[in-house]
């Protein structure tokens, strides 16, 4: 019985406030929900979003300006480019200013294709820490010595920008693209055979028309004796807030101009015998 005393007066409550809701008061509560989200609204937008251009899996280059690149020796693989003048796949490690490893780059080429080394196709994979590949450098095979190109990935499948070579007589220049096609930066770089003995600067230029003769930033590579050496096979120095689609692609142009103006093979040494007579060659490899 009292249970169901219970039961009644809940009804009675429920319909009662259902009653008591005029036309006014649901124009109030209307009212209010709809400021309530209002003011909801405002405090969101406060909230800051992350950036859905900038790719999650380029987030080590952000607020970065500077970048050390470390070309990585194979003294397992020597004996292939010093007897046979055959390169070695290239690797790299790539750093901040602090010194952690951002990226490995490996090469990924067969034998053959290297053997042809002036003209010859690579891939190069970038990896971050988590072993997992965020950039991809794809360099198509060429027949003349003015018309390289290098096409940036990321992630590997979706093109992000270009580094094309442009033709001059004696220096090395560069455009770098987008991933709409557009010239975004050219690079400007010495006259090489003039600066063995200082650093060599390629200079980033922008070509949006705000700066248009005023270089923003740099690849240099670092003279032994130099006082801006770190050790590093070359220094690339940006704009902190550059986007890092165009930081990823002029990491891709510094590998391309690695691979052009400074990869050079060893002279091999099959090639030098034939300069000797029959009789230094035996006794070359007959001395004990």
């Known amino acids: 019985m009292q249970g169901e005393k219970k039961n009644l007066r ?6 009662t406030f259902t009653v008591l809701i005029s036309a006014t008061a649901k124009q109030t509560i209307c009212s209010s929900l709809i400021n309530s989200n209002m003011e909801l609204s405002v405090d969101t937008a406060m909230v800051p979003w ?5 790719p999650l899996h380029l987030e080590p280059l952000t607020w970065i300006d500077q970048l050390l690149v470390y070309k990585e020796p194979h003294p397992d693989e020597c004996f292939d480019e010093v007897c046979c003048g055959i390169k070695p796949d290239n690797r790299y490690k790539v750093k901040d200013d602090v010194g952690n490893v951002l990226f490995s780059i490996l090469e990924d080429s067969d034998y053959c294709s290297r053997h042809f080394y002036q003209g010859r196709s690579f891939i190069m994979n970038v990896i971050n820490e988590s072993n997992k590949e965020v950039i991809r450098l794809v360099h198509p095979f060429v027949c003349g010595s003015f018309s390289h190109e290098l096409e940036v990935q990321s992630p590997p499948g979706f093109t992000i920008g270009h580094v094309r070579q442009n033709w001059h007589v004696c220096l090395p220049k560069f455009t770098v693209e987008n991933k709409r096609g557009e010239p975004v930066v050219e690079i400007a770089g010495p006259f090489l055979p003039l600066t063995c003995c200082m650093d060599q600067n390629f200079k980033l230029v922008s070509l949006n028309g705000t700066a248009t003769d005023e270089p923003f930033g740099k690849i240099f590579k670092p003279f032994s004796c130099s006082v801006l050496n770190t050790g590093a096979d070359f220094v690339l120095r940006f704009p902190s807030d550059l986007d890092v689609k165009m930081k990823a692609t002029l990491l891709g142009a510094c590998i391309l101009i690695d691979f052009m103006h400074y990869d050079k093979p060893k002279q091999p040494i099959l090639c030098l015998l034939k ?13 004990k």
């Open 275 to 287: 300069y000797l007579s029959p009789l230094s060659v035996y006794a070359l490899f007959t001395l």
């Open 50 to 54: 992350p950036d859905p251009y900038r």
């Open 10 to 15: 809940l009804f009675v409550m429920k319909e």
